[in-house]
C-alpha cells in the first residue's frame, strides 16, 4: 500500500520513461511521503505486442470487416508470419536478444509491408558491420507496419509515442473529448484499464496524480480517471504535468471535474505535497487539533478544484516553492527500466538518440537562462524563473541514478543549458573520474568556444542540439534570439571539431517572413551542411502560442488571433499573418532538401527544384558560410581564463645542438594521445619551466591556475609569456588539449 500513485498515461516514449514522475517521487521521498510510480505506456505497449494479443486484433479486424487496404490486407495474409516473429522481435528491441539481430537482418525474414517501400540505404547508414542498429532499423519498421494495421482497423488514435493526440490540440472546448469519453473504451482502453485496475488493488493509494506532458496523453489521462471515478469513489485524482502548465490555465468548464478533483499548475513538488496533507492527512483528530489541522490540509499552491459548482483557483499558500537543491535525486525505482523498447525510425543520427537507448533524464537548472526568444512561453514560471543547480549536487545525483539504474547515459533536459553551468559541471566529471554519456539543449552563442567544446567532449558530451530557428539575422533579431547566423555557423564548427553531433531546430513561417528569406533561410541550412558543421536538423513550421510575447503582443508582429471562447485548452492560437503568404506550402519542399542534406546529397542542386511552385534565387553568397569560418587566432584571453591540460605525460628526452661554437640545449617532448603520436622542441630552460606546470595543469586538479598566475610564475625567469604561448610548439599543444577556460 502507498498513499500516492503517480502515473505517466499513454503514450510518451517506447526507449526510456518521461522523467515527470521520477522527479516527483524523488521529492516525496524527501518528504517520507509513500508513492508508487508507473509509466501505463509502456505496460500498455508490451501487452499490445504480445501474440495472443495480437492474434486477438486480427481476429476482429476480421469479424468487423474492416480490412480495407491493400496494405493491411498484405498483413492480414501474411499474419502468420508477423506473430510468430512479435516477441522475439520485442526482446531484441528491449537489449534482451542481440543474436537475434543476425536473424533479421536476413534477407525475407521479417514480413514486409508498406513501411519498407521508403527503406533507406542500409549500407549507407548502418555500413557492412552495423549490424544491431541495421536490425533496429528493419524491427522498428516491423512493428510500424503493424501500428499502421492497428490505426486502419482497430483504432485511427493510436500511435507509438501519442494517443488521441488530435483531441488535446488546440482543444478550446472540451466538447469533442468530453463526446469521445462517453463512447464505449477502445481495444486499447481496454488493455490500459485492466492493467490500471491491476495496479489500483495492489497499491491502494488515496490520491492518484497523473503527468500529463503531451496532447497525446491527454485522452487516456481522463478516460483512466473516468474508470476510477466509476469504480473507486473513495480515491481522489489529481492531473498536474506539460500539458495543464501551458493549455490549462483559464480552464473554467465544470465538467473536467466529474473527472479529475485537482489540477495544478507549474512546479509540481509543493502542490503535490499540500494535496497529499489534503487529501491523506485529514482524518479525524482531537478537538485542540481539529482546527489547526484543518486550515493546514486546506492550504494549495496553484490548484484549480470544483467548489459550490465553480472551477475555482487556489494558491493560499503562503509556503515558498522549494530550491533545486531541495527537490531531491529523481527516483527510477518501481518503472520497468528493463523492458522499455529502443527504436530506430529513421536513418537520423540525432533522432537515434531520442529513440535508442534508455537515458537518465536531469535538469541542470530550472528555467531558461536567456528567457527572451519572442515565440517561446517565457511568461510561464517553468521558464521564467531560471535557478541553476551548483555542479557539485548535480554531478552527486548523476552518480546516484547511476547506481540506481545501472545506465551511464545522461539527457539534461534543459530549455538551454547554460554554458558556464556546463563547463563546471564538465570539470566535476572529469575530476571524479567518471566515464558518462550525456547531451543536452543549448542556444548557439558565442560563449562556446573551441576550447570548451572540448573539454565537454573529454567529460562525456556527445551531442547538443540547439535553435537556429530562422537563418535570416533580421528575423533573429525579431525573435530575440541574440544570435546571428555567422556566430551559429563559428559555434557548430566548434562543437563538431571536438567530434560532438550538433542538430539545429529550424523554423520557418514566423510572423512578417518573406519568400525570399525563406529561401534565402534554406541557402544557409544548404551551406551549413555541405560544408559539414550541421549534421542534423528538422524544420517545423511557427505556432502562435498565448503565452509568448508574440501571443502577448500580436500586433507588434503584425498578426491577427483568432480569438474564440476558451473554456478548456488555451495555448495554440489560430492567427492570420498580414503577408498573406501560405507558408505551409514550403513544408514538404523544406524536409526533402534537408532529408538529402543530412545523407549528404543534393547540395549542387538549385533550390528551385526541391519546389513545384516558382520561388525566387537566393540572395545569400554562395560562400558566405565559409566566410564566416575564416576566423583569425584571438590573441586576446581573459587573465582570469583557466588553463587546463587534457593530455597524458610526455617523454622527454635532452637534446643538444652547436652553432658558432655555442652549444644550444633543447627538450623534445614526445605525447601520447588515444590515436596518436606528437612532439614538440623547446628550450631547456623554458621546458624545464613548463613541464613542472603540468601538474598544476592537470584535468583532476581542483585549483586549476588562471592565464595571469601563469604569466606571473613565468616572468619570474623570462621574459615576454605571450610571445611563448603563441609560440608554435604551443600551438601544437593548443590543437591538442591546453584549454583556455
Not at 493491411?72 to 495474409?77: E, G, K, L, V
Not at 533573429?476 to 551559429?488: F, H, M
Not at 558543421?533 to 503565452?547: K, R
Request: net charge negative.
Amino acid at each position: 500500500m502507498k498513499d500516492l500513485l503517480l502515473i505517466t498515461p499513454p503514450f510518451t516514449q517506447l526507449n526510456t520513461p518521461y522523467p515527470a514522475t521520477a522527479y516527483l517521487k524523488g521529492f516525496l521521498n524527501t518528504k517520507n511521503i509513500s508513492a508508487f510510480q508507473m509509466d501505463l505506456g509502456i505496460e500498455v505497449i508490451l501487452e499490445l505486442f504480445k501474440k495472443d494479443t495480437f492474434q486477438d486484433l486480427f481476429d476482429i479486424a476480421f469479424e468487423n470487416n474492416s480490412i480495407v487496404s491493400e496494405n493491411c490486407q498484405r498483413i492480414y495474409a501474411l499474419r502468420n508470419a508477423y506473430l510468430q516473429p512479435l516477441e522475439d522481435a520485442i526482446a531484441f528491441l528491449q537489449g534482451k536478444k542481440p543474436t537475434f539481430a543476425r536473424q533479421i537482418c536476413t534477407d525475407n525474414f521479417l514480413p514486409r509491408a508498406s513501411r519498407f517501400n521508403q527503406l533507406d540505404d542500409l549500407d549507407w547508414a548502418f555500413g557492412s558491420m552495423g549490424m544491431q542498429d541495421k536490425a533496429k532499423h528493419l524491427a522498428t519498421l516491423f512493428l510500424e507496419d503493424l501500428s499502421d494495421f492497428i490505426i486502419e482497423c482497430i483504432d485511427p488514435n493510436f500511435g507509438f509515442s501519442r494517443y488521441a493526440e488530435r483531441l488535446g490540440q488546440s482543444a478550446n472546448s472540451f466538447d469533442e473529448l468530453y463526446a469521445h469519453l462517453q463512447d464505449e473504451p477502445t481495444f486499447i482502453d481496454d488493455i490500459t484499464l485492466e492493467i490500471l485496475d491491476e495496479k489500483l488493488k495492489t497499491i491502494q493509494p488515496k490520491l492518484v496524480c497523473f503527468s500529463v506532458p503531451f496532447p497525446g496523453n491527454l485522452y487516456s489521462a481522463f478516460r483512466c480517471a473516468q474508470h476510477i471515478k466509476t469504480n473507486y469513489q473513495n480515491i481522489k485524482i489529481a492531473m498536474g504535468g506539460g500539458f495543464p502548465n501551458t493549455e490549462l490555465r483559464s480552464v473554467t468548464d465544470i465538467r473536467v471535474f466529474e473527472f479529475f478533483d485537482f489540477i495544478t499548475l507549474d512546479d509540481g513538488e509543493l502542490p503535490i505535497e499540500l494535496l497529499y496533507e489534503h487529501v491523506c492527512q485529514s482524518e479525524p483528530v482531537e478537538d485542540d487539533q481539529k482546527e489547526r489541522n484543518h486550515n493546514h490540509s486546506n492550504q494549495f499552491k496553484r490548484t484549480f478544484l470544483l467548489e459550490n459548482g465553480t472551477v475555482v483557483y487556489k494558491n493560499n499558500s503562503t509556503k515558498p516553492d522549494y530550491k533545486q537543491a531541495d527537490v531531491g535525486t529523481p527516483d527510477y525505482y518501481d518503472l520497468l527500466l528493463k523492458d522499455y523498447i529502443s527504436v530506430i525510425e529513421i536513418a537520423n543520427p540525432m533522432h537515434s538518440l531520442w529513440s535508442d537507448g534508455r537515458w537518465n533524464k536531469l535538469t541542470m537548472a530550472h528555467g531558461c537562462y536567456w528567457g527572451k526568444c519572442t515565440f517561446c512561453d517565457i511568461s510561464l514560471d517553468y521558464i521564467k524563473i531560471y535557478e541553476p543547480i551548483a555542479a557539485k549536487l548535480l554531478v552527486d545525483r548523476m552518480e546516484q541514478l547511476m547506481e540506481q539504474t545501472g545506465e551511464t547515459g545522461f539527457h539534461f533536459v534543459d530549455e538551454a543549458a547554460p554554458p558556464a553551468l556546463m563547463k563546471a559541471l564538465a570539470l566535476e566529471i572529469i575530476k571524479r573520474k567518471l566515464t558518462v554519456t550525456w547531451w543536452t539543449n543549448i542556444r548557439f552563442e558565442k560563449n562556446f568556444t573551441k576550447d570548451l567544446c572540448l573539454l565537454l567532449k573529454a567529460s562525456g558530451c556527445i551531442a547538443v542540439s540547439g535553435g537556429l530557428e530562422v537563418a535570416s539575422d533580421r528575423l533573429l533579431k525579431l525573435i530575440d534570439k541574440g544570435v546571428t547566423v555567422a556566430q551559429v555557423a563559428q559555434v557548430t564548427r566548434n562543437f563538431t571539431e571536438a567530434n560532438m553531433m550538433v542538430h539545429a531546430y529550424l523554423m520557418y513561417g514566423y510572423p512578417t517572413q518573406t519568400v525570399q528569406e525563406t529561401v534565402d533561410s534554406l541557402e544557409m541550412v544548404r551551406q551549413l551542411f555541405e560544408i559539414g558543421v550541421l549534421q542534423s536538423g528538422f524544420w517545423h513550421q511557427f505556432a502562435l502560442t498565448a503565452h509568448s510575447p508574440i501571443g502577448l503582443n500580436p500586433a507588434d508582429y503584425h498578426i491577427i488571433p483568432n480569438t474564440k471562447n476558451i473554456t478548456f485548452a488555451n495555448n495554440d492560437v489560430d492567427f492570420t499573418d498580414t503577408t498573406g503568404i501560405d507558408h505551409s506550402q514550403f513544408s514538404f519542399g523544406l524536409k526533402k532538401s534537408l532529408f538529402n542534406f543530412m545523407h549528404g546529397i543534393g547540395f549542387d542542386m538549385p533550390l528551385q527544384d526541391w519546389f513545384d511552385f516558382k520561388i525566387p534565387k537566393t540572395t545569400i553568397t554562395p560562400d558566405f558560410i565559409y566566410n564566416a569560418l575564416e576566423t583569425e587566432t584571438n590573441f586576446n584571453i581573459k587573465p582570469t581564463a583557466k588553463i587546463m591540460w587534457l593530455g597524458t605525460e610526455p617523454l622527454v628526452t635532452e637534446q643538444s645542438k652547436t652553432k658558432k661554437g655555442n652549444t644550444f640545449y633543447s627538450l623534445k617532448l614526445t605525447f601520447h594521445n588515444t590515436t596518436d603520436t606528437f612532439e614538440i622542441t623547446l628550450d631547456k630552460d623554458k621546458g624545464t619551466w613548463f613541464l613542472n606546470q603540468l601538474d598544476a595543469l592537470n584535468r583532476s586538479n581542483n585549483q586549476l591556475p588562471s592565464f595571469l598566475e601563469l604569466k606571473k610564475d613565468f616572468e619570474t625567469q623570462f621574459e615576454d609569456f605571450e610571445l611563448f604561448w603563441f609560440s608554435k610548439p604551443l600551438n601544437v599543444l593548443r590543437d591538442n588539449g591546453l584549454l583556455v577556460l
